[in-house]
């Protein structure tokens, strides 16, 4: 038993010493330090919109001390991702892990550096669903979460398996109470984003919502329960130049019913900017059917 505790003890040391070159601290003027880690070897450096806020005097520190001054790429809060850009070359990226292989109850490790220093936890893959949205709309492929331990400054650490592989980046920014991890599926689509616009472009409506239950004998009409009652229309927005007023309730766009705020900022993030669609509304109790011009927010 002891030479196995040994073995494995010396096992998760060396998956710390190799992924500890890829990870780098970010320092933020008014902030504790954070993590980020290397996305490509030419400068790359992915870490949490949280750190790049309010605070465009970014510096990131490297495995081999040296500190550098970053741009930022753009960020994305919705996913609680931000690109840096530092100017140095030859930098080492993680290899990401096959997701489908990962389980509820395998190994992992949390490896970050908040200070001039890697820092490392132990723990477990304690839930593994399926897709999701985040309270901002955000679109992450699927739900990670990790049991280890989540100290100050390891918001944007590296989760890797038991064998160093790269599974995703630590967040703070979604739950108080579980490590929430975003996979690198979504890390590499936001940051393609991020690189080629600066941001994720979205579908702009002009609205400000709320969610409601229909009256029972709306169901069959409306096609859905709930929809989202107007609270504020935006002057020369999409919806006032399609007619739509505070008081309507939308039930669905292009036929997707909108039960709730996150469901709506989810289809206008997944929506072509300039498309026009269909927008079903009750008004005054009767079903429109109107067509929505989409603006673009990013």
């Known amino acids: 038993m002891s030479t196995d505790l040994s073995s494995l003890s010396q096992s998760l040391a060396s998956v710390v010493e190799r992924t500890a070159p890829s990870v780098v601290r970010v320092d933020a003027r008014r902030r504790r330090c954070a993590t980020g880690i290397v996305w490509s070897a030419d400068g790359l450096i992915l870490t949490t919109s949280q750190v790049a806020e309010h605070d465009s005097h970014l510096q990131v520190g490297l495995a081999d001390g ?4 970053a741009e930022l790429i753009g960020r994305d809060a919705s996913t609680d991702v931000a690109l840096l850009k530092v100017d140095a070359t030859g930098l080492t990226p993680l290899t990401p892990a096959p997701l489908d292989g990962v389980k509820v109850g395998h190994l992992v490790v949390t490896v970050a550096r908040p200070g001039r220093t890697a820092r490392a936890t132990l723990g477990m893959v304690s839930a593994h669903g399926e897709g999701w949205r985040t309270h901002a709309g955000g679109r992450v492929d699927r739900y990670l979460e990790t049991d280890a331990d989540l100290p100050p400054g390891f918001s944007g650490g590296a989760l890797v398996d038991a064998t160093g592989k790269f599974i995703g980046v630590l967040s703070a920014a979604f739950s108080r109470t579980a490590a929430v991890v975003i996979p690198h599926e979504t890390l590499t689509r936001v940051t393609s984003s991020l690189r080629e616009h600066g941001g994720i472009r979205r579908g702009y409506l002009g609205v400000g919502a709320y969610p409601v239950k229909l009256p029972q004998h709306q169901w ?76 673009r927010r990013s």
């Open 66 to 69: 040296r500190t550098l001054p």
């Open 220 to 295: 069959a009409s409306a096609g859905t329960e709930a929809g989202l009652i107007f609270l504020s229309v935006d002057p020369e927005g999409p919806a006032q130049k399609a007619g739509l007023l505070i008081g309507d309730v939308l039930v669905s766009l292009d036929g997707q019913s909108l039960h709730r705020v996150e469901d709506l900022l989810g289809y206008l993030g997944d929506a072509k900017t300039g498309a026009t669609i269909q927008a079903r509304v009750l008004r005054a109790g009767e079903v429109k059917e109107v067509p929505i011009t989409l603006g």
